[in-house]
């Protein structure tokens, strides 16, 4: 499931760019429709058109860079690579030379339909997979110039050589038993058009979807359906029979649609509607206006793939009902509401004005059933993504760390060795996949989870592991993992890094003063003091940071709980590191998970280095905006660096 949920994550990417592209697409049209051919229409039509046509296209390289373990150009040249090798190879022009066929027209009419979205995903992840497995290759000297990242799109294009020989054979097969089974499906009257719009709608993630509608929208079986209700009386339409594989389209597209993007919107995790209501308001509107479900249908595609098959059903149950009715719609791009008013006075539309009223009862049914679904079963729509989960806590942090301060190395070395141990208990560089890190901890993704020794982990300095699930792993480590993350980069890279092993060579050390057992301070900030396990965080609340003490704050700025030299201030603001003239080291964590805010809500009033004395002032946040965003403010203060200390605070 981690696998879809990335996958659909990646997809956002190009999905993103869509509806744009679509409303300029059906502004051209409609301005044609209205007042004939013309430059303005061509020209709305051409700027839609460049995306809406390569959509497969984008797919192939927004999937690639996804996919790739790091957001990474060279990925996405990989799949481009891809694409270009695996659709020139199976274009007509192509298998017409290669199958000695006489004319174009001979070729299978399948190679006519392998742009397609399928094909696209499948080349992003042939990208993907080529920079994540070849993206630090060493050749030998005498092709050096193809070591690492020069080698990656040449992978991918070898390796799409060998898929492409495989659609030879296969695609066609699928796309005939498409058409066959669309010709099979005319047979049921309504209930065939039911079984028709929900495979339209279950083939839509391949594209494979344009096969099955060829047979129903063209004359491919002589149904003709489209064309000929865009050729009204002067066609061979039949007034009540004309449209009905292409009405029941309008109201979901328009109103059941949007009424799902509604329902995500309200289900998403209240510190992630922001981020989430462009994309679906923007998707909404496409979908409405002009018919284009894409945007929207991958947004919870593969995220929530039971629940795109309930929205094929639904879909399926549309176009049933509306065979039934007495209503008949037809369009020339979508069914969206620009075709749905320039329908409306067309000789074979039968009673359009059923159309809104059937979609309000589909945006009922889209909003409360998605909305009932997403909360029953937990479903990891847009904004309700897995957050980190369980964590296996090992020893305390204390100098940064979970080794003793007087068993490390000092300066880089001692990083480097960190980073080195670190390196051996994820079961060695070739095993780490994905490396970066927050505030505290590593993030990484690995090969094979079954190679990670915790007890080493523990061993080379980390407070604990986590494990979210699938490939993910999560080190604890403290303040300065930033410097670990560099160091284990540089070992991966083989950057020449002075590696001292604090296990197998301990060098000589510097021998630092521990915090006494009570350590003092001012509160520092104000509000009703909390046992370090009341807090809502298993890595605080366990210990695993450190001991300490926490706050729910009543005031909104933090200031320095006694003198001494400012070490850390992140990015966001949300947290700062301290370390006091006695020689203990300081976390200040203001609320949980604040780091998502990023910083919104944070203003830190001292730089890193700077000397600060006992109620000089930190950080200042806005507590309203945290707590509007679904965040706790119970901010932690923790000695990392004496796992017995004991924290009072005194006037």
Known sequence: MKFFQRLGRSLMLPVAVLPVAAILSGIGYWIATAAGPNVVSAFFGAAGGALLDNMALLFAIGVAIGMADKP???????????????????????????TGAAELENVDAAFGKVQNVFVGIICGLIGAWSYNRFKNTKLPDWLSFFSGKRSVAIVAAGLSLVVGVLLFFIWPVVFGALVAFGEWIL??????????????????????????????????????????????????????VTGQYMTGFFPVMM?????????????????????????????SIASFFVGVTEPLEFS???????????????MGISLTI??????????????????????????LAVNPWLIPVMGIGWFVVYFFVFRF??????????????????????????????????AVPTGESKYAAIASGFIRGLGGAGNITSLDNCATRLRLEVADTTKVDDAALRKAGAAGTMKPGGHSVQVVYGL?????????????????VDVADPVAAPPTVAVQTLAPSIVRLRQPIEGRVLALSDVPDAMFAEGTMGPGVAIDPTGDTVVAPAAGTVTTVFPTGHALGLTLNDGTELLIHIGIDTVELKDQAFRPLVSQGDQVKAGDPLVSFDPDRVRAAGFSLITPVIVVSDEKAEVEFVS
């Open 255 to 283: 109103f059941g649609l949007p009424g799902a993007a509604l329902a995500m919107y309200v289900t998403a995790k209240t510190n992630r509607r922001k981020a989430v209501a462009g994309i679906l308001l923007s998707a």
């Open 480 to 496: 300065n993992v930033q410097f670990v993350k560099d160091a284990m980069e540089d070992l991966m890279a083989g950057r020449e």
């Open 72 to 98: 990474d150009g060279t990925s996405a040249l990989a799949g481009l690579a891809s694409w270009l090798t695996i659709t020139t190879l199976l274009k007509p022009e192509t298998v017409m030379a290669l």
């Open 187 to 240: 047979t049921l009257g309504p209930v065939g058009a039911g079984i028709y719009g929900m495979l339209n709608r279950l083939l839509i993630p391949l594209g494979l979807h344009h096969a099955l509608n060829s047979v129903f929208w063209f004359d491919i079986a002589g149904i003709n359906d489209l064309s000929n209700f865009l050729d009204g009386a002067n066609g061979d339409g039949v007034r009540g």
């Open 373 to 406: 679904i997403i909360r029953r079963f937990d479903l990891k729509t847009p904004g309700r993504e897995d957050d980190d989960v369980a964590i296996e806590t090992g020893t305390p942090l204390t100098a940064g760390g979970g080794t003793p301060v007087s």
């Open 300 to 314: 919870f595609l593969f995220l929530a793939p039971w629940l795109y098959a309930l929205h094929a059903l639904f």
């Open 322 to 347: 509306a065979a039934l009715l007495p209503v008949r719609m037809g369009f020339g791009f979508s069914g969206g509401f620009i075709d749905l008013v320039l329908g409306w006075v067309n000789p």
